[in-house]
């Protein structure tokens, strides 16, 4: 059982849809839990971050901590084709040792 | 832009072969971090280096190495290369250990 576990998709969503990304993880350790965006060809960058439980909003963004069931999610309101990539999850514990998802392949179709 | 500049962008080599990848960090930052990234297994952290010293080994290769130099740049050494070992190399920065990471946009390394 990997650590992290992301269901790769592909996800296929209309415009302006309520698109929702999850990640579950089995080690009790990871604190601090992030959200990045992969573009094709490119490096993935950070969008969300947030520390423990709890939700942090964003503009469009929401994400959702849910430590007692070792459950991450990210909500993207009002999805748009520029939103199409690929989503990363990805947790830290205190040592800094950093572990990512598989990633969710978004397409959003205008 | 990210800040993180990687060179160089596509690399194709054969097996056996010894390659090294660069990564300049986002100026000031003192951590770089190097994963590697394939279709089958995701992002994998590989090494992280901060000021010079090693900090954290994560999935490395004994046949890859990696240094810190004092300007702070980083090299990915990958030496006696397999086809397996074609992926996505990214290198991401921070300015210490537990801080967000700032990834460039990566060298493709095809192993022919």
């Known amino acids: 059982q990997k650590e992290v576990e992301q269901d790769p998709g592909p996800l296929s969503v209309p415009e302006g849809a309520i698109v929702s990304l999850n990640c579950t993880y089995s080690n009790s350790a990871f604190q601090y839990f992030m959200w990045y965006r992969q573009y094709s060809r490119k490096g993935p960058e950070l969008l969300m971050y947030?520390?423990?439980?709890g939700n942090k909003e964003d503009g469009r963004f929401t994400a959702q901590v849910d430590k007692s069931s070792k459950y991450i999610s990210l909500f993207i309101r009002d999805s748009q084709p520029s939103d199409s990539a690929t989503y990363l999850c990805?947790?830290?514990?205190?040592?800094?040792?950093?572990?990512f998802g598989a990633g969710t392949r978004l397409t959003v179709k205008p | 832009d990210s800040g993180v500049t990687q060179t160089p962008k596509h690399l194709i080599t054969a097996t056996g072969q010894r390659v090294t990848l660069r990564c300049s960090p986002r100026s000031g930052d003192l951590s770089v971090y190097w994963y590697q990234q394939s279709l089958d297994q995701g992002l994998q952290f590989l090494i992280q280096y901060y000021n010079g010293e090693e900090r954290a080994k994560g999935n490395i290769l004994e046949r890859f190495s990696a240094q810190q130099f004092p300007d702070l740049h980083s090299e990915l050494n990958l030496s006696s290369l397999e086809l397996g070992d074609s992926a996505l190399y990214f290198c991401?920065?921070?300015?210490?250990?537990?801080?967000?990471?700032?990834f460039g946009a990566g060298t493709r390394l095809s192993v022919l």
């Open positions: 947030t520390y423990s439980s």
């Open positions: 990805a947790m830290r514990d205190n040592n800094n040792d950093m572990r």
């Open positions: 991401a920065s921070s300015p210490g250990t537990g801080y967000i990471q700032y």
